[in-house]
């Protein structure tokens, strides 16, 4: 009996706990997103984080984009080839990639490579008391390092999803056309009459973006609010990681439902 | 002068007023109190941290607040810094109530505020001149030239001019302490929190950091609060010493009284002893039944 009541109760303060937590995200978030409008007298400090996490995670995405894209055209030919579908391999690559693949593989690289960053980056900066330092110079630490971090990571990541998908399609087109022998004209001509701008690739962005504001919350809000040692440092790390992919794979399955539904 | 300090409301079973035989030293003026603390308590969870602390701060002069670890000193700076806010209590500094100031008020007042942090805190993507130089971009709209000029300025003052370029890592732990006491002293603070400056320096970065605590001190004319367990570092530069210990004050006074105190909380604290007032066992059931007759939950 005392068992199920320890059981109960530790149950009920990790559930508490998580409360608390995701209380403490939207406040954050709340202080956050008033602090954006600092970016427009310094432009400056969104340019810099903008190279940070958005040109340095661009090899990781061009490589993976374009392994993505082969892979697929590979796939896809084996797949249709037995009905003399092949023709359509174009469609199934472009297709895949603009409205999940690209979203979401950018998305989860995204997290591994740049949100884990942040999280380091902004965790160490408390550990090592560099935002206190910053808050008793009379500086907002919220508008000086969250703000111009969160704002890249968020207008970095379509941008990175629309590379990964560009990358992608051609992938595609080597795999199809140069290594397969599929024609080059039958391959670009199926792709543009099956795809959408809006349905397919505007859909795709939103994703992307609805991604990347996720991500990169979990990742700032990691980072601020982990324990300042090492362990409470690794475990934030890993936190943005499991939690990010898990947000990312779960929304994607209700953005497909409300976007793509007949 | 000093009957104000020993007026305070503060734990009568516990305090002792360390006598007042010595003349307070020029400018320590305990009348011009910059920093008013009245029954300031704080709690983490259910450990209180800070419990009921009075306390007057002038505006001049050195007052190093000792204790041994873990009893709430760098919790009182960042209460003083309004980095915390208190269960009880009020902290009001140069007349404002730094707890019941909007944040722009709030922000407004720490720029009249330096602090030294243990670590240093330098922002490791800056070069030492850029460290320094942060304050004064992010606060005025000074030329780069004036920037540049007082910037070096402040970094002679530390010893430093020759670092400027340097970045945070490539300085030893008192380097990075003497770059982070120019940064505070960059925008002319009208005081300047020490939290543990001393410790984990060598003799020599020591005796670099006293001297640099007491000259700056003499030459700004400020308020320095030192946080510090280094006993004789600390007593060698301060004109006033509170000693607190679990979140309570145990005795305050000057270094000489401190030296020569016959209250057990100070001569434990002073002398170093393992057993005293702090006891050196943290609270448990008692050694046989514990080991012996097994009776505890372990």
Known sequence: MMLLFDKLQSLGHSSLTSLQRLGRGHVFLMQVLPAMEGMLFRPGLLIRQMYSVGVLTLLIIVVAGLFVGMVMALQSYYALVDFGAEDSVSVMVVLSLLRELGPVVTALLFAGRAGSALTAEIGLMKATEQLSGMEMMAVNPIERVIAPRFLAGFLSMPLLAAIFSAVGVMGGYLVAVELLGLDAGAFWSQAVSNVDLYHDLGNGMIKSAVFGFVVVWIAVFEGYDCVPTSDGLGKATTRTVVHSSLAVLGLDFVLTALMFSE | ?298
């Open chain 2, 1 to 298: 002068m000093h009957k104000k300090v020993q007026a305070l409301t503060i734990p009568a079973q516990r305090i002792k007023i360390i006598p007042d035989s010595h003349p307070l030293p020029k400018g320590h003026d305990l009348s011009d109190t910059l920093i008013k603390i009245r029954g300031l308590k704080f709690s983490r969870g259910e450990r209180m941290i800070i419990d009921g602390i009075d306390m007057d701060i002038p505006r001049k002069g050195i007052t190093a607040i000792m204790g041994p670890s873990g009893t709430g000193k760098t919790t009182l700076l960042k209460l003083i810094g309004g980095q915390l806010h208190p269960d009880a209590g009020s902290i009001e500094v140069d007349g404002q109530n730094v707890h019941k100031l909007k944040t722009s008020q709030l922000y407004a007042l720490r720029k009249r505020m330096g602090m030294l942090f243990q670590s240093g805190a330098l922002l490791t993507d800056l070069s030492v001149f850029e460290n320094v130089a942060y304050p004064l971009r992010e606060h005025t709209r000074l030329s780069e030239g004036l920037i540049r000029q007082l910037v070096l300025l402040k970094l002679n003052a530390v010893g430093l001019r020759g670092a400027a370029q340097l970045m945070p890592s490539e300085l030893s732990g008192g380097m990075a302490r003497r770059v982070a006491m120019a940064r505070a002293i960059s925008l002319d603070p009208m005081m300047i929190m020490y939290d543990e400056p001393f410790t984990g320096q060598d003799p020599i970065s020591k005796g670099v950091l006293v001297k640099l605590i007491r000259e700056l001190n003499n030459v700004l004319d400020i308020c320095s609060i030192v946080v510090s367990h280094d006993v004789q570092e600390t007593l060698s530069i301060a004109d006033y010493v509170y000693v607190i210990s679990d979140g309570e004050i145990v005795g305050h006074g000057r270094p000489e009284d401190c030296k020569v105190s016959d209250s057990e909380w100070i001569r434990q604290f002073i002398d170093g002893l393992a057993d005293g007032p702090v006891p050196f066992h943290y609270p448990a059931e008692s050694v046989l039944d514990d080991l012996i007759t097994g009776n505890t939950k372990s």
